[in-house]
């Protein structure tokens, strides 16, 4: 396994909660869009064994060629020691980026696609929406529709409806208007649907669309197979299609 130690090299504040840690790229260091990596910081490998207090899941939410990695996280007044050091981060510190992998690529499949997240699972899909804007083959059109009940609403630059790039993005703060609007959405019965948030945030929506026929091969998480075909088969109680991975 290849551990790749890089700087940050900026630090954007994107809301009072919200940074994004912009890192220097590696020169081999690739990724594709939706992809997510082990973020690790300083010492996380200095015992025997690693010290999975200082490693954390994280999507990347930039793409190779704005030639940076992104890493976009929530840090709150209460919060994990990892969290706590992150705050404390300043340009110019060392972190590891490890085992990097997409679970969440863009579908090209002549389908609409919708992009369900909460908070700063956006982050996830900001380079969905740039590969997308780089690249329209096979993808009718995408909409993003986000939650955030701080309605300090993520990359507003990006997540900006452009309706001659078939491009729409609705953020709402409450979950009321929020499965409301999944609920409309589930109405287009052929679309693709992107979820990323929290396991209870997956299987809300997946209930969601699955009372409204939306069949498990129509839903992309951002889990390994397994962990996906196990969340999915608690709401899809009785159903095997989804055995067969969409990707
Ligand atoms: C594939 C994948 C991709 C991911 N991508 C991202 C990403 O891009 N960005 C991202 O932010 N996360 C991402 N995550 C989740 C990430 O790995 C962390 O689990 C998440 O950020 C929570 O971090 P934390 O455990 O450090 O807890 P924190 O964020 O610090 O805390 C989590 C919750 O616990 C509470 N809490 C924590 N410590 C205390 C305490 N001492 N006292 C009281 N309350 C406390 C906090 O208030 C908060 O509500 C991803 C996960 C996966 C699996």
Redesign the pocket.
């Known amino acids: 396994m290849q551990i790749y130690w890089a700087k940050v090299n900026k630090i954007i504040d994107e809301t009072p909660e919200v940074k994004t840690f912009l890192i220097d790229r590696p020169e081999d260091f690739t990724w594709v869009e939706g992809s997510?990596t082990h973020f690790a910081l300083e010492g996380f490998n200095a015992g025997d064994k690693p010290n999975r207090n200082l490693i954390?899941?994280?999507?990347i939410?930039t793409l190779p060629h704005e030639n940076t990695i992104g890493?976009?996280?929530?840090?709150?007044e209460?919060?994990?020691e990892?969290?706590r050091i992150l705050k404390k981060l300043e340009v110019g510190s060392k972190v590891a980026l490890f085992k990097t992998h997409s679970?969440v690529p863009l579908r090209r499949e002549d389908k609409n696609v919708y992009l369900l997240s909460s908070g700063?699972g956006l982050?996830?899909f900001r380079p969905l929406v740039l590969d997308y804007f780089n690249r329209a083959d096979n993808v009718n059109l995408i909409h993003s529709l986000n939650i955030d009940s701080t309605k300090d609403f993520l990359f507003p630059t990006v997540f900006k409806s452009a309706p001659d790039k078939n491009f729409t993005a609705l953020f709402v703060d409450n979950r009321k208007d929020y499965y409301e609007e999944v609920k409309n959405l589930a109405s287009d019965k052929a679309a693709l649907f992107y979820i990323v948030g929290s396991d209870e945030f997956l299987v809300e929506n997946m209930k969601v669309l699955r009372d409204q026929r939306i069949k498990p091969e129509q839903i992309m998480l951002?889990k390994r197979e397994n962990q996906r075909h196990e969340l999915l088969s608690s709401v899809y109680v009785g159903e095997d299609s989804f055995l067969v991975d969409p990707k």
Not at 56 to 59: A, D, E, L, P, T
Not at 71 to 76: G, L
Request: charged share 25%; with cysteine.
């Open positions: 997510h954390r899941h994280m999507s939410s890493i976009t996280t929530r840090i709150r209460q919060c994990s990892f969290k679970n700063v982050a996830t951002d």
